[in-house]
């Protein structure tokens, strides 16, 4: 497991209630707020207040798949816990972190904290033992569970090694 799947991993032991996530209530938790924001460009970005203890995860508000923003989200929660300090300057009193498909180390961590947030390596593992294969209409089910796409959950398997990549 990577260090930002375990960071996810010890978020999800304080703050996770229920399972499904409830990003909202992890969000205000952690002194996050999300909006929905009229974007070209990117699908979300963080603004990490000039302390850097709060912030706004905006999310692209014409995304129409609410498993992507939920990924998107979590993804951008991910750059809140693990990348404190972003070069990338607004202005003075902010800073952002931009999900923009690049393939860089940061991209990668967020991608596997946002990952292992929303489809816990326990849960699916558990998950798995129940449904006894992963054929495709045992991938969606796990989809509609963790309330991520089908496209997400077979990454996901496929990493944790549960899958064959097509």
Not at 24 to 51: M, N, P, Q, T, Y
Not at 128 to 141: D, H, I, S
């Amino acid at each position: 497991m990577t260090p930002a799947a375990q960071l996810a991993n010890c978020v999800a032991a304080k703050f996770v209630k229920a399972d499904p996530l409830d990003l909202v209530a992890l969000c205000h938790e952690l002194g996050l707020r999300i909006r929905e924001v009229s974007a070209k460009g990117f699908d979300g970005a963080l603004i990490r207040s000039k302390a850097g203890q709060k912030g706004i995860v905006a999310v692209k508000a014409s995304i129409r798949e609410a498993s992507r923003k939920r990924f998107t989200i979590a993804h951008e929660i991910g750059h809140f816990i693990l990348h404190k300090g972003m070069s990338l300057h607004v202005d003075q009193d902010f800073r952002i972190n931009l999900r923009d498909g690049s393939t860089n180390d940061e991209e990668i961590d967020a991608n596997a904290f946002a990952a292992e947030l929303l489809m816990p390596t326990d849960f699916i593992g558990r998950d798995m033992q129940k449904t006894g294969g992963v054929g495709q209409q045992a991938l969606e089910r796990l989809a509609r569970r963790y309330q991520v796409s089908a496209r997400a959950m077979e990454i996901r398997l496929t990493n944790l090694g549960l899958k064959t990549p097509l």
